[in-house]
Nanobody, 123 residues
Framework: QVQLVESGGGLVQAGGSLRLSCAASGRTLSSYVMAWARQAPGKEREFVAA????????SYADSVKGRFTISRDNAKNWVFLQMNSLKPEDTAVYYC????????????????WGQGTQVTVSS
């Protein structure tokens, strides 16, 4: 398994930007699909973005498409989520997740999760 630690969350006004980081340790990241998910109060955890082991494939939830970008640096064991044009409805705890290949956007198939980082977007 891999160990994941998120950072970069905080308070930002609507229209602003944040960059989340996920530091991973364990087996080589190139063998893992990585994803970001989020959970708002009173709601289920939802898929946000995913990226394949070699970064050739990415997926985004419709609600964030065009605003968020997922990326990875396998050499440094980092995964990132650049969030632009933030909206109040983006407020949630954001989690980094990992799974062995094959590629999937189904969060139920991701066994390894970080502790989460809070993102709050004010109107």
């Amino acid at each position: 398994q891999v160990q994941l630690v998120e950072s970069g969350g905080g308070l930002v006004q609507a229209g602003g930007s944040l960059r989340l980081s996920c530091a991973a340790s364990g087996r080589t990241l190139s063998s893992y699909v990585m994803a970001w998910a989020r959970q708002a109060p009173g709601k289920e955890r939802e898929f946000v973005a995913a990226i394949s082991g070699g970064a050739s494939l990415t997926s985004y939830a419709d609600s964030v498409k065009g605003r968020f970008t997922i990326s990875r640096d396998n050499a440094k064991n980092w995964v990132f989520l650049q969030m632009n044009s933030l909206k109040p409805e983006d407020t949630a705890v954001y989690y980094c997740a990992a799974k062995r290949i094959p590629y999937s956007t189904n969060l139920a198939l991701y066994p390894d999760w970080g502790q989460g980082t809070q993102v709050t977007v004010s109107s």
